[in-house]
């Protein structure tokens, strides 16, 4: 590895193998077997491109979920609200299945425009494919099929993009990097409802103009930041359709810090899923209007919402990084967070909705942040195996993705009789989730 590596020119890293077992498998050797050195610093331009394209797959992919996919539920099934979760679990659920066996053919990719960069493009293209399937959708099972693709598509993008930021950042940047992409990330969705609540009447362009921005940033990326070609790659072993499976599991024993950290990971997102797959309808429920009539609400809350989501999550990663301290943010941010949606949960006018909604973008901003640079910090092998972990951490995310939605209707149903739904339930479940995935980080040993 060459310390004076340009901050455009990609680390050289041997590739990596295959999901971890519980004992370590060689598997893939790259032709370097030079020994792990120190990461150089990365420069602004990769910094600030690596934040443009998380917000653009933001925008492009979580803009459905915020609103998008609301709209559209509610135009082609409106007595049957449950249809939402339905969809989004089932896309989850399709991203669990085929998350780690996609981030080793990543690790294995040889191409002239290296590992990384093929995924990203390929996903683009199946993400905008996926928005438009979604936005001409006559009916709700082509509008769950539009969302798996889309979860294919643009969760490859930004899963390749993490994976190159585990390639490429060290220590002393992990904090800084992640603190203005989780910012990036969170501001995203705002932007995009603000774009979706002028654009409510025509489905096609509520998901292709989110999807456009998506589009631009991720190519700036693609074309402007370098990656060695990766053809020369050579490998020691053969992946088979049994070798595959058994790597999609490993030991939590043999990695604990790490294991904790994907436990923690797991319970912030399962409350956070529960949080924010039913916002449309919470707000709608709460203020007594139509769901149509949320996407402004949400655009102006966001709006306020975007300092707090700065100051928790630039703020938090700064910090982290100055202080060299992760679990001490990681704590205070999931607190913070269960307790502003602990506050919607009783709310019973806008003021206090917006008290709440505010404290959460703070923590999550700072959740978003602080735990993304803790997982690089613990992540294992990760000069060798950057993909594979980070595909097994994708379960962390994804899991909670799949079930929460389909276990929320029984706590919306919790006390209720008719038609009504029990939204505080929900929302003090999702609180005391989040809270305990910031306890978790506690049992962490490697980091402080």
Request: hydrophobic share 55%.
């Amino acid at each position: 590895m060459r310390n004076d590596a340009r901050d455009d020119e990609p680390l050289v890293v041997p590739v990596p193998s295959p999901l971890p077992t519980a004992t370590v498998d060689p598997g893939v050797i790259a032709v370097d077997e030079s020994p792990a050195a120190v990461l150089p610093k990365v420069g602004p331009k990769y910094i600030w491109l690596m934040v443009l394209a998380q917000f653009g797959v933001f925008v492009a992919f979580i803009t459905p979920i915020a609103i998008s996919l609301a709209i559209r539920v509610n135009e082609l099934a409106p007595d049957n609200q449950e249809y939402l979760g339905f969809i989004t679990g089932a896309g989850a659920l399709a991203v669990m299945i085929s998350g780690p066996f996609l981030g080793v053919a990543s690790d294995r990719t040889r191409t002239r425009l290296g590992r990384r960069r093929p995924f990203m493009i390929v996903g683009t293209l199946l993400g905008v494919v996926a928005l438009v399937v979604m936005a001409l959708a006559p009916s709700v099972l082509l509008l769950g099929f539009g969302w798996i693709l889309a979860q294919l598509g643009w969760g490859q993008v930004l899963a390749n993009l993490q994976i190159s930021t585990a390639d490429r950042l060290p220590e002393s940047q992990r904090g800084k990097v992640a603190g203005l992409t989780g910012f990036a990330t969170q501001v995203a969705p705002v932007f995009g409802v603000v774009i979706a609540g002028g654009l409510a009447a025509d489905a096609l362009l509520l998901f292709l103009v989110p999807g456009t921005v998506g589009v631009i940033f991720v190519a700036l990326f693609v074309f402007l930041v370098h990656e060695d070609d990766s053809r020369g790659n050579v490998f020691a072993d053969r992946i088979t359709l049994r070798s595959l499976l058994g790597k999609y599991l490993y030991n939590p024993r043999q990695f604990p810090d790490f294991s904790w950290n994907w436990l923690g990971r797991f319970l912030f997102y399962f409350g956070l899923t529960l949080n924010t797959t039913f916002t449309a309808f919470f707000f709608a429920s709460r203020l007594g209007i139509e769901v149509t009539e949320v996407a402004g609400i949400i655009a102006a809350l966001g709006g306020a919402g975007v300092l707090a989501t700065t100051l928790g999550a630039i703020g938090g990663g700064f910090l982290s990084d100055k202080l060299r301290r992760r679990k001490l943010f990681v704590v205070l941010s999931g607190s913070m967070m269960a307790i502003g949606m602990v506050t919607m949960a009783f709310s019973t006018d806008l003021s206090v909705l917006i008290a709440g909604s505010l404290i959460v973008s703070v923590g999550l901003g700072g959740f978003a942040a602080v735990d993304q640079a803790l997982l690089l910090d613990v992540l294992p092998e990760r000069e060798t195996d950057a993909g594979r972990f980070m595909g097994i951490t994708g379960f962390a995310t994804s899991i909670p993705q799949a079930i929460a939605p389909l276990i929320a209707p029984l706590f919306l149903a919790i006390a209720v009789t008719g038609g009504e739904k029990n939204y505080t339930a929900l929302f003090v479940v999702a609180a005391a989730c989040v809270f305990a995935g910031g306890l978790v980080v506690l049992r962490i040993k490697s980091v402080r």
